[in-house]
């Protein structure tokens, strides 16, 4: 985003400027053959730019952040991409889970887990979403179960969980009661990843990653401080969490370098795709959509920067970039051929790794159906589970699909 900096804003980005502009030689890359090394070099790179004041930068200052609104931090991301650093590392933690545990964890919790996450001495993971609960996280059938001395006994599946296989830590969302509606019976934990019991497996993506991964949990023995936000109270815990998805997601789209110059830059070296009136079509379409992406993130700054929290209509954001994003990798492919494909090609990295980005963070159809109904006030989606206890909905879901 151009934003038109306050003289205060101004003197942010040419303090975050300087100090990269002094550090950048000491920066890793951001892949490599060698993925432990890397993560040490990136986490050991998360831990200077923390000391900085460049992670964390919306923090609370009493738990190690900057103290600092949304602008700041989107002047910080510019200003990183500008560089071509590497940020922090481990966005899901100091993006989401960091700020649930500052809304909902303890004093205890707040002071073991925060700092060594924002510093990257700590990486953690999200274990929200199961074979069986994606879109309809309430569903989650991982069950913690209360022990007489206060300890719980966790089991159950997750999926699709970015960073578990070197994170230390994870936020977990399991059922401790199946005998209210499904939303009721939940509670949020902190789950140690080395924990006895705790098995993990990685999944190969098709863009040659393996970023994500399926964790099982075995008999897993959890202390009764384990638990974040109130017993029975953690769908709110994990509201707290996904809209801090949302953000992260929206403030950084620009960092995820999907500009229409990019773009167009790829197949301005193709003379006859310059002239094919086709080619400028598709290109101006998508410019648009981007455009119209830039300054809705304009109005969703400005509603953080007075406090207020962004509607439904933040996500829009999400499905518009990430549309507009994969029509360009169409239209590069089209106009550059197998070249688009080769092994080493950005191309190729972005058209295989964008339909996956459709999935993450809430599917397109979601988005679309909570902008249908809650911005737009269209009639809700049938639901058959409302105020049913979760241990009798499958059976009420059969008898409801047999009759
Ligand atoms: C790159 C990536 C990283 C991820 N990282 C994590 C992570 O770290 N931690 C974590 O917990 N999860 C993670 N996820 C999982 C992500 O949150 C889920 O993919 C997402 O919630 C969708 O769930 P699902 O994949 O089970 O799809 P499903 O919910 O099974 O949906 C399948 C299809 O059905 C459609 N659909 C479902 N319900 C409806 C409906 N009511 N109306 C219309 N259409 C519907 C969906 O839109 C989708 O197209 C990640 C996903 C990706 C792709």
């Known amino acids: 985003m151009d934003l038109s900096d306050t003289p205060e804003q101004a003197r942010h980005r040419a303090k975050v400027r300087a100090w990269l502009q002094e550090h950048q030689h000491e920066a890793p890359a951001l892949q490599g053959e060698d993925e432990p090394a890397i993560i040490e070099a990136r986490k050991a790179w998360q831990g200077t730019l923390a000391k900085a004041g460049l992670a964390g930068v919306t923090w609370p200052v009493e738990v190690g952040g900057q103290g600092l609104g949304p602008v700041e931090q989107v002047i910080v991301n510019q200003e990183v991409a500008r560089a071509g650093v590497p940020g922090v590392l481990d966005v899901i933690g100091v993006g989401m889970l960091g700020p649930t545990i500052i809304a909902h964890g303890t ?216 549309k507009a994003a994969i029509e360009a990798g169409d239209l590069i492919a089209d106009v550059l051929g197998p070249d688009a494909l080769e092994a080493d090609s950005e191309w190729a990295y972005m058209i295989s790794f964008l339909p996956g980005l459709k999935s993450a963070g809430g599917t397109e159809e979601i988005l679309r159906n909570t902008i249908g109904e809650r911005v737009l006030g269209l009639p809700p989606e049938p639901r058959l589970d409302k105020g049913i206890p979760f241990s009798e909905l499958r059976a009420k879901e059969r008898a409801a699909v047999s009759s």
């Open 107 to 322: 004093e205890e919790q707040k002071s073991r887990y925060l700092g060594p996450m924002l510093h990257g001495d700590e990486v953690w993971c999200q274990l929200f979403s199961e074979p069986a609960a994606g879109s309809d996280l309430a569903a989650v059938q991982a069950r913690a179960i209360r022990q007489d001395d206060g300890s719980w006994r966790l089991s159950g599946q997750k999926v699709w969980t970015t960073n578990a296989h070197f994170a230390a830590h994870g936020l977990l969302l399991a059922r401790t009661d199946g005998d209210v509606p499904k939303h009721k019976g939940l509670t949020m934990f902190v789950v140690p990843m080395d924990a006895e019991g705790v098995t993990i497996r990685g999944l190969r993506q098709i863009s040659g990653e393996a970023e994500f991964n399926e964790v099982f949990f075995d008999e897993v023995a959890l202390e009764p401080d384990a638990v974040c936000g109130p017993v029975g109270g953690g769908w709110g815990t994990a509201m707290t969490t996904l809209m801090f998805e949302r953000l992260t997601i929206g403030l950084g789209s620009e960092a995820l370098g999907y500009r229409t110059e990019r773009f167009a830059v790829a197949i301005a070296g193709d003379e006859r795709a310059r002239a094919d009136p086709e080619v400028r079509r598709r290109l101006g379409e998508l410019s648009v959509e981007l455009l119209a992406v830039k300054f809705s993130g304009y109005r969703t700054l400005s509603a953080l920067q007075h406090g207020q929290i962004p509607g439904p209509e933040a996500g829009l954001a999400k499905v518009t970039t990430v």
